[in-house]
């Protein structure tokens, strides 16, 4: 299926906006877990060098420390930390000594916005944004989530307190994420307090990742609209005015696709395109072809019915002479033999069309196949004992044509019957097969040659018309019909093969048939 260009096509428009998508996601999920690890192992540094300071400064006693709140809460309002860090000392009871939140001397003053309700394009935003979150949350990697635990503040002084490192992520009292780690206080070896650093800007640099997600989105987006465009530039716009061209045809006001521009294109839809205007000349190159042979049909019944009621008004008026009624007898004979021989012919010539089109062709042995029918004259009665000889000038050579058994017999019979008929008393009809090329492409090339009159050179390519006859000198009136050679052109061509028409330097006339062989 992806061997077709149109299908590359749609596959690759369709994926790219989600390609875009989760490359951004996975981009900004990456760094998100980055930032998450760094952040707990850069409030580990601080946190290990804050602890160590106030175990130097705030915590004295031999053989059992103690922490001295006052010192630790001294220490711990002369830190400044930063708005976005809170730092917290706990005694080993859990009890809380300081924190920097409320020891700090500083105020912060900041002016508060008006009071409105936010834009849509704000809510549209944050819409999304919590939308692609919650989508693309499958996407996120494991490291992200794993690299900080999700446990209580109880869980993480515990930890603490006995002499280890802990983190985890929560929501403080202000309903803040938070990262937060905790590490103990310790004088020499002993344990005398935990220290807990927590870091809340947590909050900030989600809704910045969430902010990000939005030009990808918008590109995906883009990206959907833009391939969405070309395809109906490149393939809805064409197929409609395929169908429209079309329905002008159905309707009969106009005879031919106008579809010069599509039928240039280098894809599927040009190839059905060019498909549709060759079987569009085909369907009325054949209604033409058909209009044409009921006219030639109708002139030719036309000539001896006419023939016949002439005779049979001129019979009335002569029914006391015998010798003219016994002519017209015979006329009137003539005709309805020749009626009965044009209606075999035009029936033979229309089942013969129906049959090139049902019919598969099949791998033929031309050699075997033209001695077959050519052996089908032996014995055969004729009026001027004409006998018919093949000569395989192939040497045996097992030259094989595809073609249909039937028509190609057809052609054979209709050619040997036409040089018998003309071939003088006693005489003979030779039929060749040769081998022979048409540039690269090897042919099989049959000759069917008699003794006869010849062609008259105005009429070697006049004979292959239908219902053109030229009787023989000495031919019962009505056996010709006109239709057998224009049969065998018809039947040849279909074969992709070619016939011609010429007068042998001895005398006599010679059909020559070229079949592409395989």
């Known amino acids: 299926m992806l061997g077709s260009r149109i299908a590359r096509l749609i596959f690759a428009s369709n994926l790219a906006g989600l390609i875009v998508l989760i490359i951004g996601a996975m981009v900004l999920n990456e760094m998100r877990a980055t930032f998450v690890v760094s952040k707990k192992q850069d409030l580990v540094g601080q946190a290990q060098i804050l602890s160590d300071l106030i175990g130097d400064e705030a915590a004295y006693g031999e053989p059992q420390p103690i922490l001295d709140d006052r010192l630790a809460k001294d220490v711990i309002a002369s830190l400044s930390l930063p708005s976005t860090l809170r730092g917290k000392i706990y005694d080993l009871d859990g009890n809380l000594v300081g924190d920097s939140y409320f020891l700090s001397d500083r105020v912060i003053v900041e002016n508060l916005p008006p009071l409105q309700d936010p834009d849509r394009l704000t809510v549209w935003s944050r819409s999304l944004s919590d939308w692609a979150v919650s989508v693309l949350g499958s996407f996120r990697p494991s490291e992200g989530a794993d690299a900080v635990r999700a446990i209580s503040f109880e869980q993480e002084f515990a930890e603490a307190?006995?002499?280890?490192?802990?983190?985890?992520?929560?929501?403080?009292d202000r309903g803040q994420r938070i990262i937060s780690v905790s590490l103990p206080i310790q004088h020499v070896t002993a344990v005398v307090g935990v220290l807990t650093l927590e870091s809340n800007d947590i909050d900030a640099i989600i809704r910045a990742e969430r902010t990000a997600l939005i030009p990808f989105i918008a590109v995906a987006i883009l990206v959907a609209l833009i391939t969405s465009a070309l395809l109906t530039v490149g393939i809805a716009n064409p197929l409609r005015r395929l169908a429209s061209e079309a329905d002008k045809v159905k309707s009969g006001s106009s005879s031919k696709l106008d579809l010069e521009k599509i039928a240039k294109r280098h894809d599927e839809i040009g190839h059905l395109a060019q498909s549709v205007e060759a079987m569009t000349e085909a369907l009325f190159e054949?209604?033409?072809?058909?209009?044409?042979f009921a006219a030639d049909v109708a002139h030719e019944l036309k000539n001896p019915l006419t023939s016949i009621r002439s005779a049979v008004e001129t019979a009335e008026m002569v029914q006391d002479d015998p010798v003219a009624r016994e002519k017209l007898r015979k006329v009137i004979a003539q005709d309805v033999q020749r009626l009965d021989r044009l209606i075999t012919d035009i029936s033979n010539a229309s089942r013969l069309e129906a049959e090139i089109t049902r019919i598969p062709t099949e791998r033929l042995d031309i050699s075997r196949f033209v001695r077959e029918v050519v052996r089908t004259y032996e014995g055969l009665e004729h009026q001027r004992n004409v006998k018919v000889r093949f000569h395989d000038a192939t040497m045996d050579a097992g030259l094989n044509v595809r073609g249909r058994e039937g028509p190609l017999g057809q052609v054979l019979r209709n050619l040997v019957d036409n040089a018998r008929s003309f071939s003088p008393e006693g005489d003979e009809v030779v039929v060749t097969l040769q081998q022979s090329r048409q540039g690269s492409q090897t042919t099989a090339k049959i000759l069917v040659e008699d003794n006869g009159p010849g062609i008259p050179d105005d009429k070697r390519e006049k004979i292959f018309e239908r219902f053109y006859?030229?009787?023989?000198?000495?031919?019962?009136?009505?056996?010709?019909?006109?239709?057998g050679l224009s049969i065998v052109a018809q039947i040849v061509a279909t074969h992709m093969g070619t016939v011609v028409?010429?007068?042998?330097?001895?005398g006599g006339a010679r059909f020559t048939i070229e079949l592409p062989a395989t």
Do not use: C, H, M, Y
């Not at 028409?501 to 001895?506: C, F, G, L, M, V």
């Open 469 to 483: 006859t030229d009787r023989p000198a000495g031919a019962a009136f009505g056996n010709n019909s006109g239709l």
């Open 161 to 172: 307190l006995v002499g280890n490192e802990a983190a985890s992520q929560r929501f403080n």
């Open 501 to 506: 028409a010429d007068n042998r330097k001895e």
């Open 286 to 292: 054949r209604i033409t072809a058909n209009e044409s």
